[in-house]
Nanobody, 124 residues
Framework: VQLVESGGGLVQAGDSLRLSCAAS????????MGWFRQAPGKEREFVAS????????YYGDSVKGRLTIYRDNAKNTVYLVMNNLKPEDTAVYYC??????????????????WGQGTQVTVSS
């Protein structure tokens, strides 16, 4: 599966963004999907994940309550809605596809395919 993220940009603190990750191939609905982010000089951080059915969601502690992940298997797309953005949310956001289930979807090693990333910059 190949992944392409979009929707990043420069916003002000308190604004909202919706990131999209479009997947190629017919097997998208069988993959768990995750979003990770990496800020300059920092390690890659788990943001959110959703299992193949969309029934189980996980969120990173730093984004709980502000971000929502969902998927549309008919469109081969996973989304990340980000509300009340903060300057510390500034990072490159990556989506990933893998065969992990439940809590394993919080770990980057679970994923087999990654997108190229989309930059999100939040100004104060």
């Amino acid at each position: 599966v190949q992944l392409v993220e979009s929707g990043g940009g420069l916003v002000q603190a308190g604004d909202s963004l919706r990131l999209s990750c479009a997947a190629s191939g017919r097997t998208f609905s069988t993959y768990s999907m995750g979003w990770f982010r990496q800020a300059p000089g920092k390690e890659r951080e788990f943001v959110a994940s959703i299992t193949w059915s969309g029934g189980i969601l996980y969120y990173g502690d730093s984004v709980k309550g502000r971000l929502t992940i969902y998927r549309d298997n008919a469109k081969n797309t996973v989304y990340l809605v980000m509300n009340n953005l903060k300057p510390e949310d500034t990072a490159v956001y990556y989506c990933a596809a893998g065969r992990g289930t439940y809590g394993s979807t919080k770990y980057a090693s679970t994923y087999d395919a990654w997108g190229q990333g989309t930059q999100v910059t939040v100004s104060s």
